[in-house]
């Protein structure tokens, strides 16, 4: 065989996986990373230090486990946690990834999941950045883990627009070459988010991100507390905010607006069952409600795991309240929540300043 006609190797490919905390599912979402059907990849998971509650889990997976290491990244000081555990795990992997995989610990992963991520960065050289997501599957369908899994999904359907290519820090494989040509790590050091300042540095370099098939992590999500769904919320808002002022605007305009009226027009359709003087404005709450319904039944078809409609429809406008109420919370708040550790963040979502919570 010539040498021309030899099929070329795989690329060397590294995962780094910032882990915190101990949650019911870790062992088994891990595992599902270990256990890809891509042979060339090796795996470091980053943990803040030897403190972690998840230590134990890590230390007998890594054991068990030769592709897979472990390391700890100390304190962060000047960016984000997430990102200063990435950083970490990229100065260990080294030079011997020919690509670059960032992921999380909390998602489920099929066998041929890294697979189907790489696969347009391993037929296509002119692909440089390819990126999945997740769908939450509540495993009670309540109306907060519901409502939660609405949002997820709708992100992930807007995600896919062609002028927005977002990538997901919890499934992206970027070239090595690339992610040190434009200067990721130096972004990265004083970020506040890993994802959204990856999609400026992109955007501004004219790096398009491909989000191939087949690619969704399930996200197994047990119940959801109120306040816990509305932090997570804000703080998506917050990094648009910091990083995608204007998308944030008109986004969060849109939202308020939506919000607004399907929640007017639901007012005025129960409140014309019991007063018929107010029938006349149904002409202008219907349409709206309509479109709503529409929307919503569309979402429905969409998601793997929905449940039942009747559960759905009240989680849906939930869904979109929340999102306005989370949007108008980041109007004039300089402050991320994250993981126990409370950020003020500047422009383009620089860390001003870090406050950690007292362990009393």
């Known amino acids: 065989m010539s040498d021309q006609n030899k099929p070329k ?14 949650p019911s599912d870790l062992t088994a979402n891990v595992k599902t990373l270990i256990d890809q059907s891509y042979h060339f990849f090796d795996i470091t998971f980053v ?63 099929p ?8 696969q347009p960065l391993l037929t296509k050289t002119s692909c440089l950045v390819a990126s999945g997501y997740h769908q939450i599957y509540p495993k009670k369908h309540r109306i907060c883990s519901q409502g939660r899994a609405i949002c997820v999904l709708t992100l992930s359907l807007i995600r896919r627009l062609p002028f927005l290519g977002q990538p997901w820090g919890g499934a992206t494989a970027i070239r090595r070459e690339v992610f040190e040509d434009i200067s990721v790590a130096d972004t990265w050091k004083e970020n506040i988010v890993d994802d959204v300042s990856l999609a400026k540095l992109l955007q501004q370099n004219n790096i398009s991100v491909t989000i191939p ?20 919320l804000t703080r998506q808002w917050a990094y648009l905010k910091f990083i995608f002022p204007g998308l944030w605007l008109a986004a969060g305009i849109l939202t308020v607006m ?4 399907v929640l007017a027009s639901l007012i005025i359709a ?29 979402i429905y078809f969409k998601h793997p795991f929905p449940g039942s409609f009747l559960s759905w429809l009240p989680a849906s406008l939930a869904a979109l309240a929340m999102a306005a109420y989370c949007h108008t919370r980041t109007w004039f708040s300089m402050v991320i929540n994250w993981a126990g550790i409370q950020y003020r963040v500047g422009k383009n979502g620089k860390v001003l300043n870090i406050i950690r919570k007292k362990i009393t």
């Open 47 to 109: 943990l803040q230090d030897q403190h972690d509650p998840a230590v134990p889990i890590i230390t007998e997976l890594t054991k068990e486990h030769a592709q897979a290491t472990h390391i700890y990244s100390g304190k962060t000081t000047k960016c984000s946690q997430k990102n200063y555990n990435l950083l970490a795990g990229i100065q260990k992997t080294g030079t011997k990834p020919d690509i670059l995989v960032f992921c999380d610990s909390g998602h489920c992963a």
């Open 213 to 232: 098939d087949q690619t969704d992590l399930k996200t197994y999500l047990s119940d959801l507390s109120i306040q816990g769904w509305v932090i997570w």
């Open 258 to 261: 939506a919000a607004v009226s």
């Open 111 to 118: 066998p041929d999941w890294l697979n189907a991520l790489l």
């Open 9 to 22: 190797p795989l690329p060397f490919v590294s995962l780094i996986i910032p882990v915190t905390g101990e």
């Open 270 to 298: 129960i409140a014309s069952l019991f007063f018929p003087s107010l029938r006349f404005l149904l002409q202008y709450s219907l349409p709206s409600l309509f479109l709503f319904f529409l929307f919503t039944g569309f």
